[in-house]
């Protein structure tokens, strides 16, 4: 049998579909299935990205607990940090990530805190481009030059972090 | 969800004291096991679109401590010398402008040098983080569809989905987008989108001391960020993009880019 006259078109239209198709599968595995076609972005990522857990917990893992009865006092501190002049600090400022301190009704780690000076003067150093109404450490304050205080005196010494003054 | 069990003893004394320490936290009142609910835990009940958050940002409140930038790295696990959000400190002159930011602030600043510090005629911090523009640059460039903006506002980026090309990285006007270099994917400040969907606060904006960073939702009345939108007395960093920054920044001097 003579082959068609037209046979090379045939077997270009054939290649044409078969890529065709191809093109449509592969996109289709490509696109992943929660896709937002409205809004161009995979839906499933918002839950996911949502999942990520906090290391930080807030004031709300310190405030209203009643643990560490004195003479180690937690809620003691807390009370007398919300009414001072460090009343904007919150626990986690200084103690660092506390989302991990306690859960279950079980301790699960260390409130960690550098009670070295540099804790203190990482706020409190006198700096020019701190706003000028901020308290700033300075040796020539009047009780600082009386009691001899200097730069790396144990600041603790005469203040308490949780109701400075 | 509670994170497995990875240290022995730990679990031994748990097995051991299981009952008892659980008996003893409800007797005591101890809000743990809720609160570990919230940091972990679905979020059930949040509505995307009955949401408009802006973040403040207030100049003359900041000191540099660098306790944002370092909360933030471990909350979001950013890798080391890579940052989600830094502090600058500006000092001018006559001369002119003076910018630092070593580490992005993390460990606070240094005095400057004090032949510069008797010129200077004025010095601040400026907190810089993403600005979640409504009309953003990096979603619009995005091939894939893997930065894109959430409907609540927040522009995001999906780990799983993005190919890396760092095509956002070039458009964002505000240099905040970096290649993680640890996950290979574009990563940047996400004003921590998994903490506001338990209705925490930015890691950022829990541990600043003074006030300098708050986040708000504006539909709220009682929220404090609403008044600051009622004072109008708030810019935006590089206006003339038209961007449509969601970061507001109060008390901006005009020679902060
Ligand atoms: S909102 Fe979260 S991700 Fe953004 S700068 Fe603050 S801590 Fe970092
Ligand atoms: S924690 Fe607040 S005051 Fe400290 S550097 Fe950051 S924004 Fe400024």
Redesign the interface.
């Known amino acids: 049998m003579k082959p068609s006259p037209r046979s090379h078109l045939y077997r270009l239209l054939l290649v044409l579909a078969v890529a065709g198709a191809g093109f449509v599968g592969l996109r289709q595995l490509a696109i ?1 299935d929660s ?1 937002d076609e409205e ?4 839906g499933d ?2 839950d ?11 004031n ?2 310190c405030e ?4 560490h009865e004195p003479p180690a006092n937690h809620k003691a501190n807390y009370d007398a940090l919300s009414q001072g002049l ?1 009343a ?3 626990c ?2 200084c103690h ?2 506390l ?2 301190h ?5 301790k ?1 780690d260390h409130a960690r805190l550098n009670v070295a000076n540099e804790l203190c003067l ?2 409190h ?7 000028q109404n ?1 308290p700033q450490f300075s040796e020539t304050l009047l009780y600082h030059e009386l009691l001899n205080v200097r730069e790396t005196s144990p600041c603790r010494a005469c203040h308490n972090p949780h109701e400075p003054a | 969800m509670k994170q497995p069990e990875t240290n022995g003893r730990r679990v031994f004394l748990s097995k051991l004291l299981g009952g008892g320490v659980a008996a003893a936290g409800a007797l005591m009142g101890l809000r743990a096991p809720a609160l570990a609910k919230v940091l972990e835990g679905p979020d059930e009940g949040f509505d995307p679109g009955e949401h408009d958050y802006v973040f403040v940002v207030d100049i003359q409140k900041c000191i540099g401590c660098g306790n944002c930038v370092r909360a933030c790295g471990i909350e979001n696990n950013v890798p080391e010398g890579q940052f989600r959000t830094w502090i600058e400190r500006y000092v001018v002159t006559h001369e002119g402008v003076h910018v630092d930011s070593p580490e992005g602030g993390m460990n606070g600043f240094e005095a400057i040098d004090p032949a510069l510090r008797e010129q200077a005629i004025n010095a601040f911090f400026v907190p810089k983080l993403c600005n979640h523009c409504a009309e953003a640059p990096c979603v619009q460039v995005c091939p894939v569809g893997a930065t894109f903006t959430s409907p609540e506002g927040f522009v995001l980026v999906d780990p799983e989905h993005c190919i890396g090309c760092g095509y956002c990285i070039q458009a964002c006007p505000y240099g905040v987008r970096f290649m993680n270099k640890e996950r290979r994917v574009a990563d940047k400040c996400t004003w921590c989108y998994h903490r506001i969907r338990r209705g925490q606060q930015p890691a950022c904006v829990t541990v600043c001391p003074t006030g300098s960073r708050s986040f708000g939702d504006t539909r709220d009345e009682n929220d404090p960020v609403a008044q600051i939108l009622k004072d109008d007395q708030w810019d935006v960093l590089k206006p003339g993009m038209h961007t449509q920054c969601q970061v507001l920044y109060v008390g901006l001097p005009r020679v902060v880019v």
Do not use: K, M, N, T
């Open positions: 992943p896709w809004h161009w972005y995979r990522a918002l996911e990205l949502a999942a990520q857990p906090s290391r930080f917990g807030g709300a893992s209203g607990s009643s643990c460090h904007g600090v919150a986690e400022s660092g990530p989302a991990r306690a859960a279950d009704g079980e699960l990482g706020c150093q006198e700096l020019i481009a701190r706003p901020f």
